[in-house]
Structure formats: C-alpha cells, structure tokens
C-alpha cells in the first residue's frame, strides 16, 4: 500500500499491469488481487504513434476473480479494462485522472458473454482535460454492474456511460 509506480517517459505504450491467460481453452489465470497502488502512465511522454497498442494502466483478459481494489490512475490512454473471458472480477475504490480514451471498460471482443459479471463499486472517473468516454461497455460484455460510481470534470468530446457496438 502507498506505492506508486510510473512508466519511464519513451518506454512504449505498455500496459503498465496485465492480468492475463493464453485462452479460455488453455489457460486462465484465477483469484489475483491488486490492492493500494498508484499507477502513473506518464501517457503523455511516451511514444504517441498507433503502433505497440493501446496502453492501459491495468488490463484483465483470460481471468476469473480478479479484484483491483484501492487504485489510482493517472495520465493514462486508458485507465482499468476487463476485456474477453474475464468472469467475476470487481473494481473496488478505483479512481482514474487525466486520461485521454476510456477511464473503465468491459469489453468481450464481439464474443457473446466474453466478458461476464464485472462489477464496479465506488470507482471514479474525474478530472480530465481530453477524453472520448469515463466508462465504455460493449459488445459481448454481459452482467456489468456499476454501484455509487462518479463522473465528473470530463474535457474534451466527454461521454459519461457509454454502451456500444463496433459492428464485428
């Protein structure tokens, strides 16, 4: 608890935290729980080109009971993602600051209930000079649940609660 971890300026756009397995079919990874970090992207000193990837400060993909507890984010793309295969996983008391696309996600890729049974408790998305969304749910995510959540300050196009379809 109290450390904060910030990516060197021209790393690369990383994740800066990947909770992830090879695959429904081959392997998951189960019962991860990061707690009381301070996550610094340094998003705006990094390479700003399309290639490596979109950065996350914390991406979940291919795992089950993932809890992310107490964090907080900032100078970030993007802030907390779970995305295909994830299944019961919980953001408790996550704050995201100064993020350019998405503070939260859930996502299952165009894959009917690739992303189950998400929920977000008490998370914030606040304080952004530029952002397209605070949170995005699309398509194949199923059973997100979002409890005494906040959007505020949001700059740039600026959308609070987003639900979409990329048409795949």
Known sequence: ????????????????IEVSGDG??????ERVTIEGLALDGNYRQQPQQRSGGIPRGVWVENAHRVTLKELTLRDVYCGVSFAKNSRLCDAIGITVTDWDHDAFGASGWGQNGGCTDIRF?????VDTSRCVKAWEIEEGAQRVYLEDCRVENLGGTGTGFYVRHHAY
């Open 24 to 29: 429904p079919t081959a392997s998951i990874v």
């Open 121 to 125: 408790i008490r998370c914030k998305a």
């Open 1 to 16: 608890p109290g450390a904060t971890l910030k990516l060197k300026a021209n790393s690369g756009r990383i994740h800066m």
